[in-house]
């Protein structure tokens, strides 16, 4: 049986764990965990910019990354970390 959006959406939000999606046809958020919101105190209707929430000597770290992943010559998950350096993810991206 194939997990529903809502339990989905129950899980993460239990797991303790940041996520969130980004489109980036429209570069906007389409998904906030609870956590994600906590951690980089975004308030409803806040700034759909990524990059603003990487701190600014890691930014052209991860615009790189982005556009690599765009073109899909990205093979290794990654992620990064608000105020620190970028790193690659040991989990699922």
Known sequence: MPAS???CQAL???????FFAYD???????Y???TFKAIFRIREGGSDNLLALVHPEDR??????????L???L???WSFV???????SSGCA
């Open 12 to 18: 993460i939000e239990r797991s303790g764990q940041a």
């Open 71 to 73: 073109e899909g010559r």
């Open 82 to 88: 608000s105020g620190t350096r970028a790193r690659r």
């Open 60 to 69: 052209h770290h991860v615009a790189e990354k982005l556009t690599a992943l």
């Open 5 to 7: 959006p809502g339990l």
């Open 75 to 77: 093979s290794t998950p």
């Open 24 to 30: 980036t046809g429209t570069e906007a958020f389409t």
């Open 32 to 34: 906030l965990s609870l």
